[in-house]
C-alpha cells in the first residue's frame, strides 16, 4: 500500500515519516514504500563542536532518508554553521534535488557547490535566506556561475543582508518564473529587470530608503518593457517605486502595505501608477497586513481609473467597509466592466449574494494560506466569480 499523491501536498514535518513508520505494521509498510515521504530532508548541523558520534548519528540518519526515498525528487533544507560536514552523501544524488533552501548558513556553501563540478539538472526552486558569506572572495571580483549547473532553475528566493553577494551571483535569471527579492538595499532596480524574461514574476519585500541612498534617486524614471508581473511589500520602499514605475506590458501587480503611518501616501501612489503607468494591467491584488487601511474612496478611485476598467480579477485584503464597498460596486455607474473575479476577506457569503444579485455571482469559499491566493478560476462569462477567502484554524 502507498500513500495517496493527494497527500503529498501537504507541507510534512521533518519526522513525520518516523512518526508514520512506528505506528503500526500496516503504517510502517505504507510509509517504507511511499518513497515522496523521505524526499524532504532537514540537515541541521550546529556547529563545528558536534561530538563525532552525533555527527556520526546524523549521517546514519540521512542514508536512511536517502535510501528509502529512492529516486524521488529531493526538498533539501540546509541549517547550521558546519554543512558541509554531511554535503558528502548528497551530492552524489545531484541529479534528484528539486528543491534547496539554504538558511542560516556559516560555510562558504555556493562556492563549494560549484567546485564539486557537478549538475543540478532536476533543480527547480534556491531559497537563501543568510545573514552569513556563502562565496568566498566576497570583497574581491570572484564570482559564482550557476547558469550551467542549474540548468532547470525557475524559482529564486533571495533574503540576504549582504546586497554584493547577489551581484556576484550568475544565476539563469531569464528563465525564472518567480524572483522574490527581499531585504533589497542598495540593488539597482532596472539591473534586477533587466535580467528577467516577461513571464518572470517579481517580488520585492521589506525594502527600505537605502536603495534611493545608494541606488536611483528620486527623481529617476523606472522603465522597464520586459515585467508582467509585479509584487511589491514595503510602505518606504513600495509607493516610491510605483510612483515612478513604467511598465507597459505589466498585467498582474500586488501591492502589500505595512507602514500603517503613511497609508495615504501609499494608496495615492497606487492610483497615480493605475492611472499613468498600468496599460495593460488585468489583476490587482491590494493588501494591508497592518488592518484595514483600504477606504471605499480609495478602491473607488482605483477601479474608476483609466486602467481600472480593463480589470478582468481583483483581490482586496483588508478594506475598512467592505460591505460599503460592495454596495457601491453594484451601482451601475461604478460597476468594472470586465471585472469576472473577485476576492474578498471578511464578508458573509448571503450579504454578497444579496448585495450583487444583478450580477449573477457565483460564490465560493476557500481556505488559504497567509500570502498565498493561488485559486483556480472559473470561467465566468454573464456573472461574477466571488471568491470569499479565510484563513483555516486547523490544516486539512
Same mark, same amino acid.
Given at each position: ?130 545573514? !552569513? ?196 460596486? !453594484? ?25 450583487? !444579485? ?39
Amino acid at each position: 500500500m502507498v500513500l495517496p499523491a493527494k497527500h503529498y501536498e501537504r507541507d510534512f514535518g521533518w519526522n513525520d515519516a518516523w512518526v508514520l513508520a512506528r505506528v503500526c505494521r500496516r503504517w510502517r509498510n505504507v510509509a517504507l514504500n511511499s518513497p515522496q515521504l523521505w524526499s524532504r530532508i532537514v540537515l541541521w548541523v550546529p556547529g563545528p563542536n558536534l561530538k563525532t558520534e552525533r555527527l556520526l548519528g546524523l549521517q546514519r540518519t540521512l542514508k536512511i532518508f536517502l535510501d528509502r526515498a529512492r529516486c524521488a525528487p529531493l526538498c533539501i533544507r540546509f541549517q547550521g554553521s558546519h554543512i558541509l560536514d554531511v554535503l558528502d552523501q548528497l551530492l552524489p544524488l545531484a541529479s534528484q534535488w528539486k528543491e534547496i533552501e539554504l538558511f542560516e548558513l556559516r560555510d562558504p556553501f555556493l562556492s563549494t557547490l560549484v567546485k564539486a563540478g557537478v549538475q543540478f539538472t532536476s533543480l527547480e526552486t534556491l531559497e537563501i535566506v543568510s545573514w !552569513a558569506e556563502l562565496l568566498e572572495g566576497t570583497d574581491g571580483t570572484s564570482t559564482v556561475d550557476l547558469r550551467q549547473s542549474m540548468p532547470s532553475l525557475k524559482h529564486f528566493v533571495w533574503d540576504v543582508q549582504d546586497w554584493r553577494t547577489l551581484r556576484k551571483l550568475l544565476l539563469p535569471w531569464s528563465q525564472l518564473r518567480t524572483c522574490s527579492i527581499q531585504c533589497l538595499r542598495s540593488i539597482d532596480f532596472l539591473w534586477i529587470l533587466s535580467l528577467l524574461s516577461a513571464d518572470t514574476h517579481i517580488s520585492f519585500v521589506d525594502a527600505n530608503d537605502a536603495f534611493y541612498r545608494h541606488g536611483a534617486s528620486n527623481s529617476d524614471e523606472l522603465t522597464t518593457s520586459n515585467i508582467a508581473s509585479l509584487s511589491i511589500c514595503s510602505g518606504t520602499f513600495g509607493a516610491p517605486v510605483l510612483q515612478q514605475l513604467v511598465a507597459p506590458r505589466l498585467q498582474k501587480l500586488v501591492v502589500s502595505h505595512r507602514n500603517n503611518g503613511k497609508a495615504e501616501s501609499h494608496w495615492n501612489h497606487t492610483i497615480s501608477f493605475l492611472n499613468d503607468g498600468g496599460f495593460h494591467l488585468k489583476h490587482l491584488r491590494l493588501q494591508s497586513s497592518l488592518g484595514p487601511t483600504m477606504k471605499t474612496e480609495h478602491l473607488l478611485e482605483i477601479i474608476k481609473s483609466p486602467r481600472g476598467h480593463d480589470l478582468m480579477r481583483l483581490d482586496l485584503y483588508y478594506i475598512s467597509d467592505p460591505l460599503h464597498f460592495l454596495r457601491t460596486l !453594484a451601482n451601475k455607474d461604478e460597476w468594472v466592466p470586465n471585472l469576472r473575479t473577485l476576492a474578498l476577506v471578511g464578508v458573509a457569503e448571503v450579504d454578497v449574494v444579496n448585495i450583487l !444579485a444583478e450580477r449573477n455571482p457565483i460564490v465560493r469559499i476557500l481556505d488559504f494560506p497567509e500570502w498565498e491566493w493561488d485559486f483556480p478560476e472559473k470561467i465566468v462569462e454573464n456573472g461574477l466569480d466571488v471568491v470569499i477567502l479565510h484563513r483555516p484554524y486547523f490544516p486539512k
